[in-house]
Nanobody
Framework: EVHLAESGGGSVQAGGSLRLSCTAS????????MAWFRQAPGKERERVALIRRDGSTNYADSVKGRFTVSKDNAKRTLFLQMNSLNPEDTAMYSC???????????????WGQGTQVTVSS
């Protein structure tokens, strides 16, 4: 069963915006914490943003002020609004769900397949 399915990736020029979406199964959406991770070629996977069931959020320093994570409970969908994109944001972006508040790579229960974001200069 596919628990998480991302969409919205693509190619954009530096300074542009993209909005990623992640549609979740009931099981995945009812977890305690959902997050967006990214991995660029040759680099370790990085957690970009998370949102917990209570609505609290957390962002990586590299995206603070540019990215916004949100949820639509009626549609069981997680979003990542990405503004002021730069080439360093180029990566495969994956959504994830965790039954704990940790939302770390080691504790994630469900992973999506990922969607590619490419930012050109």
């Amino acid at each position: 069963e596919v628990h998480l399915a991302e969409s919205g990736g693509g190619s954009v020029q530096a300074g542009g915006s993209l909005r990623l979406s992640c549609t979740a199964s009931t099981y995945a959406y009812n977890t305690y914490c959902m997050a967006w991770f990214r991995q660029a070629p040759g680099k370790e996977r990085e957690r970009v943003a998370l949102i917990r069931r209570d609505g609290s959020t957390n962002y990586a320093d590299s995206v603070k002020g540019r990215f916004t994570v949100s949820k639509d409970n009626a549609k069981r969908t997680l979003f990542l609004q990405m503004n002021s994109l730069n080439p360093e944001d180029t990566a495969m972006y994956s959504c994830a769900a965790d039954v704990t508040a940790e939302c770390s790579e080691r504790s994630i229960l469900y992973w999506g397949q990922g969607t590619q974001v490419t930012v050109s200069s």
